[in-house]
């Protein structure tokens, strides 16, 4: 795979999930814009320096919105790729959610306001503040880390869940909106719990057996490239992504309507 010349944006790049897709685009020649509003610089050994470049922003700001795309662009002249991927968890409302049910009633107002806020507005608005700078190249990729169906329903997981479910139908409604348009827009699962510091421990659940964050990064990295082209309104399953197969043949094999049935595209 080869994306020399392309420009990425991965947001909480710096750790987990999106560094593991930072990695891999860049591996495969992309310039990648890291934005995290606290994280640690991304490095990696055959990287080019200045490949990755580093951006502490807060994405449920509009300003910093703007600023991010006008950072990619300003630093690497174009913005190709926009992924959405920053995100928080729920012990962000109570440490002990896993093993004390955290019913719906339960979720204080204002850290409902903050799972849609990260969740669900801010890649929306991240695609607003980028799709100016992709039309103008005719070509563009929206892509928005997803969770499973099963997750949005989880008794406990109301706000993680449902933030979710909420980004999954605006992301489905924006591949129509742009459909034709040269802009591809997909959503992404890891396909399972992946050991990252979003899922707590919690009684019989072995760290080993949890996917790891480098499963992100071959179906990212093709989606990014020339390849994918037309390819939109997909739910890809990382999981299943086989890097040993073509692309094409991986859409077949890894990838469902975006949301909940068909959009006829």
């Not at 490095?43 to 700001?61: C, F, K, M, Y």
């Not at 695609?127 to 008794?155: E, K, N, S, W, Y």
């Not at 034709?180 to 421990?201: C, E, K």
Request: net charge neutral; hydrophobic share 45%; charged share 20%.
């Amino acid at each position: 795979m080869n994306l020399a010349g392309k420009a990425c944006i991965v947001t909480g790049g710096s750790r987990g999930l999106g560094r593991a897709m930072v990695i891999a685009l860049a591996r495969a020649g992309a310039n990648v814009l890291v934005v995290d509003i606290d994280g640690e610089p991304v490095g990696e050994p055959g990287i080019p320096e200045g490949r990755i470049q580093h951006l502490n922003a807060d994405v449920t700001r509009d300003e910093e919105r703007t600023r991010i795309a006008e950072t990619c662009k300003s630093a690497f002249g174009r913005i190709d790729m926009l992924v959405n991927n920053a995100g928080i968890g729920q012990q962000t409302i109570r440490t002990d959610y896993a093993t004390n049910p955290l019913h719906p009633w339960d979720v204080p107002p204002h850290n409902l306001m903050e799972f849609f806020a990260v969740h669900s507005i801010a890649p929306l608005r991240l695609a607003a503040a980028v799709i100016p700078t992709m039309r103008a190249q005719g070509r563009g990729r929206i892509l928005t880390v997803v969770t499973d169906f099963a997750v949005m329903m989880r008794p406990s997981f109301t706000a993680y869940g449902g933030a979710k479910a909420a980004s999954e139908a605006f992301t489905a409604g924006l591949a129509i909106d742009l459909k034709d348009s040269g802009i591809t827009v997909n959503a992404i699962t890891p396909g399972g719990m992946v050991d990252t510091r979003l899922v707590p421990d919690r009684p019989g659940m072995k760290r080993e057996d949890l996917l790891q964050p480098s499963v992100m990064g071959p179906a990212v990295a093709w989606f990014a490239s020339d390849e994918a082209d037309g390819i939109t309104a997909k739910r890809i399953d990382a999981k299943v992504w086989d890097e040993k197969l073509p692309g094409k043949q991986n859409v077949e094999k890894a990838c469902k309507p975006i949301g909940w049935g068909p959009l006829g595209l």
